[in-house]
Antibody, heavy 120, light 108 residues
Framework: EVQLVQSGAEVKKPGESLKISCKGS????????IGWVRQMPGKGLEWMGI????????RYSPSFQGQVTISADKSISTAYLQWSSLKASDTAMYYC?????????????WGQGTLVTVSS | DIQMTQSPSSVSASVGDRVTITCRAS??????LAWYQQKPGKAPKLLIY???SLQSGVPSRFSGSGSGTDFTLTISSLQPEDFATYYC??????????FGQGTKLEIK
């Protein structure tokens, strides 16, 4: 079974750093891109960026460029999303997702989500 | 960036009704469109890809159509488990994918 399992919920203070993870299993991790999606409380889905674990090619949505860093460690089939200095506005649910196939641009499966809460 | 606009933003319907949700792209995206269903506290679930292809395991009451800039998701006969929020996503401009703002389907 193809599966993405994300790390657990985090509670952080403004200015702190954070790295959340997304571990893939049941498929060749280096052969598929992994994307990250933000969902702020009560709001819609926002595309953040994507990484190809095979060579770490990383692309960002302009809204998130410079705000977060996406990385991957192919030796442990894990992708990461990290912040160097969190803000209250980073409070959101974050999902990772894998393309369903190599051509449609649709995503399936998705991780279960990681809730990040930033509060003083 | 390609903007995706869904309508309506919310809709109330009854079990057994036929419901159609529309998604419009700010420029042509061929058939590079996916639809997702999201229930509260859950990750999005892929329903339709390539505008009209039904994802494996998704009931046949769901269907998608359209190409270019105008797309629709139709649920032919609403079931209680279909009440959720639906999102479209354009997949034309890799890696700058974008989602619609969502359509909340509520019980009348």
């Amino acid at each position: 079974e193809v599966q993405l399992v994300q790390s657990g919920a985090e509670v952080k203070k403004p200015g702190e750093s954070l790295k959340i993870s997304c571990k893939g299993s049941g498929y060749s991790f280096t052969s598929y891109w992994i994307g990250w999606v933000r969902q702020m409380p009560g709001k819609g889905l926002e595309w953040m960026g994507i990484i190809y674990p095979g060579d770490s090619d990383t692309r960002y949505s302009p809204s998130f460029q410079g705000q977060v860093t996406i990385s991957a460690d192919k030796s442990i089939s894990t992708a990461y999303l990290q912040w160097s200095s969190l803000k209250a506005s980073d409070t959101a649910m974050y999902y990772c997702a894998r393309p369903y196939d190599f051509w449609s641009g649709a995503f399936d499966p998705w991780g279960q989500g990681t809730l990040v809460t930033v509060s003083s | 960036d390609i903007q995706m606009t869904q309508s309506p933003s919310s809709v109330s319907a009854s079990v057994g009704d036929r419901v159609t949700i529309t998604c419009r792209a700010s420029q042509g995206i061929s058939s590079w469109l996916a639809w997702y269903q999201q229930k509260p506290g859950k990750a999005p679930k892929l329903l339709i890809y390539a505008a009209s292809s039904l994802q494996s395991g998704v009931p046949s009451r769901f269907s998608g159509s359209g190409s270019g800039t105008d797309f629709t998701l139709t649920i032919s006969s609403l079931q209680p488990e279909d009440f959720a929020t639906y999102y479209c996503q354009q997949a034309n401009s890799f890696p700058l994918y974008t989602f619609g703002q969502g359509t909340k389907l509520e019980i009348k």
